[in-house]
């Protein structure tokens, strides 16, 4: 399910850890978009599909995922506002949907009064991708709607994630209509660098042939990497903009939100970027300023 660089769809002022309410599911079950398994009922009620419009009143869109930080502000990221131009998609034609798990049964669309993102934003290596929308009205929460914690400790103590969407269940496959989540491994940037480094010299033979005549990209300071290296499962196309969670102490974190890659998905030896949410605490606890961020 993963949105690919190269080939693109479309005191902190926050409330403190002891009063945290956030990240709760009513269920959960750990199985393992692609090479994963639906999600049941309550199981992620923060989730949001978000849809972007050619024009108010078109029928034509594009699909991201993102997440409900608290009961008017919701998280995604930055390449999903901006269409294949880099322009700023229409407020007016964008659509939020929350508490689904079936697209075939959706429910009334929120609509979005405001854009946030990073002005350092950069479409071409994704660099800062992340935005807050506003929406026009709060929401109410409730069984299936209700928002994710963000971590307030910069410490990483994850050696796997999940993620989900409602994105493509393979590199040749189409979006699913109901909501997926899979296991990924995270995995720390000197190896991340290494399988990128791989990456290139397997499908460029230039590069093979005289590496130290090119210039190998690396993983970004804004970027985390995450696939599972022995199936591949990751997020794919269409996935953009949801959230990577970390489960601890009975409650889960918005640790990341899918960004791109350097390949489709389903290859275990190429892993998928994703922004990293502790990097914009400022951005997030201005704009949405009853998000809460808590400890691990």
């Known amino acids: ?4 660089i190269l080939i693109v769809i479309y005191s902190i002022s926050s409330i403190n850890c002891e009063r945290c309410d956030c990240g709760y599911s009513e269920s959960y079950v750990g199985s393992r978009i692609y090479g994963g398994s639906a999600v049941t009922s309550y199981e992620y009620p923060w989730m949001a599909h978000l849809r972007f419009f050619e024009k108010p009143g078109g ?3 594009g699909l991201c995922g993102g997440f409900l930080v608290d009961s008017k502000h919701v998280v995604t990221a930055a390449h999903c506002i901006h269409d294949g131009n880099q322009k700023l998609r229409s ?4 659509e939020v949907y929350l508490g689904v ?14 854009f946030f993102y990073p002005t350092t934003y950069k479409r071409r290596n994704l660099l800062n991708d992340i935005a807050v929308l506003e929406l026009a009205e709060p929401v109410n929460f409730t069984r299936t709607v209700s928002p994710i914690c963000l971590p307030k400790s910069d410490d990483e103590p994850y050696k ?10 393979g590199a040749n496959s189409n979006p699913s209509k109901v909501l997926m989540h899979v296991q990924v491994e995270y995995i720390k940037d000197n190896k991340c660098n290494q399988m990128i480094k791989d990456y ?11 590496p130290k005549d090119y210039d190998v990209p690396k993983v970004h300071e804004t970027h985390m990497c995450c696939v599972d290296t022995k199936t591949g499962g990751d997020a794919c196309r269409g996935d953009s903009g949801g959230a990577l969670m970390y489960k601890s102490g009975g409650r889960y974190f918005a640790v990341g939100l899918v960004s791109g890659a350097f ?4 290859d275990p030896r190429t892993p998928g970027f994703y922004t990293i949410v502790r990097k914009f605490r400022g951005l997030i606890s201005r704009t949405a300023k009853n998000a809460q961020f808590c400890n691990y």
């Open 160 to 169: 796997v994630l999940q993620v989900a969407g409602f994105g493509r269940l």
């Open 59 to 61: 029928d034509r869109f």
């Open 91 to 94: 407020i007016e034609a964008t």
């Open 1 to 4: 399910m993963l949105f690919t």
């Open 263 to 266: 390949d489709e998905c389903d």
């Open 200 to 210: 290139f010299m397997r499908t460029n033979p230039n590069i093979a042939q005289s």
């Open 101 to 114: 798990r079936d697209l075939t049964n959706l429910n009334t669309a929120h609509k979005v009064a405001k």
